[in-house]
């Protein structure tokens, strides 16, 4: 009952919550709770085991931070997967989410809007696809979007920049100055998380003049701004290049170094 | 017709070739080939123009290795998008694939394998799920999959594991020793060109401990197994991990470093 008035007022206030709730196994209709105030997350209730309380809390937290809701599967004491093979009592817990979901801005209906869009519907984000040109930014060829607007990326920015913030990412792969040095403008003004831009280095330094003539030039702007857009896998396809743009959004958001697990040390889940 | 003689036996040996086509623009039905004996790619055939054969050769190598078929388009000189928005004429080049695609392996029907699965799909893999567990290696559990076998690790490596080359991908889930160690051991029998495994470094350090007990423990074998699995993203969702995972096997394929290109030097494709 305490839970559910903390609960309706952090919903009146739009602060980020996720519910966790053991719907099969031991305690089933016991809570949790993860709230995400500013960039503190704090944790309440319980699930009746503090090892399950421990793994879940973590779980809860990534989901919320997603903007998800789903159904995650423990051993009695938060075991990802149960150690024995058979006959082992699992608990089901069901995560939901009370958040917007991380939005996507990807500028330029190029060949590599579609792979981006399929990897970051999967990661949960809401996906738009903005282009200047009608005949190449169809919802036809980007069926994936959930939203693909005609429209150059200033009045995009005036209209819905303020949307915006630290869970989100604007992604620019159209490779044209007259489109890119706009957007790049436009995401700076705001709070948005990750600011990507494709190109070659060629491109990129080019495009660094440009910015400098319009203004951006200070090293906290530059900062913000990736480019050449993505962690550097070698990949060659648009697919591949999909996975290392939404690996670097995930890398810089959790502040991680991005080397194989392999070779760092520590908890994995720091 | 010195191309379709060569295309022909290359087929006929089933040797890994790409053809790329223009299918619209200037030359249309201009062909270049890209072939893959061993390790070595040669290109054969040209769609026109020197700059556009460079960069449509390495997009073409890319599908190849993907194992995909699909349209680019490309500017006259092969620019990755024109660069004036409108009425810049483009070439449109089909790039056809004659070669298996990639197979990724995944073991255990866990929360995690679902997520990688998708990533898998969108990245071209034939994704394989493969749990002894009855009850949750299901079809309707992994829809993605284009396989869910209910098989122990050992007699699915007999049967299938020399069809598992430097392309293929396998990813060991189930965080129980029963499972994990015997197909670690089928893995690195095979030439594989990935081995993941996931677990906490605790799980990793005991998982050591039982390989070297049935005799894993040469440093070859041992810097095959990527483990803990994937780059350190930070990430906490099963989506987060899937993408850690790929974006390894990705850098480990072609090996790149996998930090972010704004903070490396040089060409991005070398």
Redesign the interface.
């Known amino acids: 009952m305490l839970l559910y008035e903390r609960f309706r007022d952090l919903v009146r206030t739009e602060t980020p919550v996720a519910l966790a709730t053991v719907i099969d196994g031991p305690n089933v209709g016991a809570k949790l709770m993860v709230v995400r105030e500013g960039t503190t997350e704090t944790v309440e209730g319980s699930l009746g085991n503090p090892d399950l309380d421990r793994v879940a809390a ?2 809860v ?3 919320l ?2 903007g ?1 809701t789903g159904v ?2 423990y051993g009695p004491e938060g ?3 149960p ?4 006959d082992t009592p699992t608990v089901s817990v069901f995560i939901e989410t009370f958040a917007p979901p991380p939005q996507m801005w990807i500028f ?1 209906a ?2 590599f809007t579609a ?1 981006l869009g ?2 970051a519907k ?3 984000y809401r996906v738009t696809v903005c282009d ?2 009608e005949i190449f930014a169809t919802k036809r060829r980007f069926p994936m979007a959930d939203e693909v607007i005609v429209s150059w990326p200033a009045p995009m920015f005036e209209r819905r920049g303020h949307t915006l913030g630290p869970r989100d990412a604007v992604c620019i ?4 100055p ?2 890119d040095v706009p957007a790049i403008q436009g995401a700076l003004a705001t709070t948005v998380g990750y600011i990507g831009v494709m190109g ?2 060629k491109t990129h330094n080019k495009r660094l003049e440009r910015l400098a003539e319009v203004g951006v030039s200070g090293a906290r702007d530059l900062e913000r ?13 648009p ?2 290049t ?3 743009i ?3 959004i ?13 070779n ?7």
Chains 1, 2 share one sequence.
């Open positions: 973590r779980d937290a990534g989901e931070e997603a998800r995650r599967h075991q990802a997967t150690e024995d093979l058979v330029g190029v060949d792979a399929r990897v999967v990661l949960g200047a040109r792969l159209t490779h044209d007259k489109f070659s280095r701004i990736m480019s050449p857009i993505g962690l550097d896998l070698g990949g060659r396809t697919e591949e999909a996975v290392a939404c690996a670097e995930i890398a810089r958001r959790t502040g991680h170094g991005a080397t194989s697990l392999k760092t040390s520590g908890s994995i889940h720091s």
